[in-house]
């Protein structure tokens, strides 16, 4: 069956980095993008980016760019987020979320649990 | 960047009534890419419904969805006790790929 699943919970200082993984079975890897989304306590979802596994293209928000990087490990079949210079804004879950591609944009058809982030000095 | 408002912020209901949650797009959306997700407490999104009125694999006919240009709609037609949640709709037609404010589906 199709799972995504997610490193576990990281603190971190302000300025310090973080690298969420979100390991995939169940489905061709190359076949699905993978999306970052992310969630702050109490707050709706907020789209980060993402990256084609079968190129390594990735695209992300205007939010991020350049404090986000998205990478994956074909063999392994898990997909890396890094978001560096963290501030405590960045508090959140962030969530992987797997998209079909083809020529047109779908929905995220499944989503792993979430990466509890939290941001404290 | 296209804006979703959704609305109402809270939506509070007895169990076997009509939910219709409305979401509305701060420009025209082709309606293949418009998405609503369900989202419990604790737990990570789940897709409902894509291309406006299409049910994910698995998602019981009382929920359907429609709408087109700016104004699009999530209709649950009778609430199950698992229905209350918190929903989401979001455009994939554009980067970056934004989501409404959620609409809170809360027992009366």
């Known amino acids: 069956q199709v799972q995504l699943v997610q490193s576990g919970a990281e603190v971190k200082k302000p300025g310090a980095s973080v690298k969420v993984s979100c390991q995939a079975s169940g489905f061709t890897f190359n076949q699905y993008t993978m999306h970052w989304v992310r969630q702050a306590p109490g707050q709706s979802l907020e789209w980060m980016g993402w990256?084609?596994?079968?190129?390594?293209?990735?695209g992300s928000s205007q939010d991020f760019r350049g404090r986000v990087t998205f990478t994956r490990d074909t063999p392994a079949r898990t997909h890396y987020m890094e978001l560096r210079s963290l501030a405590s804004e960045d508090t959140a879950v962030y969530y992987c979320?797997?998209?079909?591609?083809?020529?047109?944009?779908?929905?995220?058809?499944?989503w792993g649990q979430g990466t509890s982030v939290t941001v404290s000095s | 960047e296209i804006v979703l408002t959704q609305s109402p912020g809270t939506l509070s209901l007895s169990p076997g009534e009509r939910a219709t949650l409305s979401c509305r797009a701060s420009q025209s959306i082709s309606t293949t890419y418009l998405a609503w997700y369900q989202q419990k407490p604790g737990k990570a999104p789940r897709l409902l419904i894509y291309s406006t009125s299409s049910r994910a694999t698995g998602v019981p006919d009382r929920f359907s969805g429609s709408g087109s240009g700016t104004d699009f709609s999530l209709t649950i037609s009778r609430l199950e006790p698992e229905d209350f949640a918190v929903y989401y709709c979001q455009q994939y037609n554009t980067s970056p790929r934004t989501f409404g404010q959620g609409t809170k589906v809360e027992i009366k």
């Open positions: 990256i084609n596994p079968a190129t390594g293209v990735t």
């Open positions: 979320a797997r998209e079909y591609e083809t020529a047109t944009p779908k929905a995220l058809d499944w």
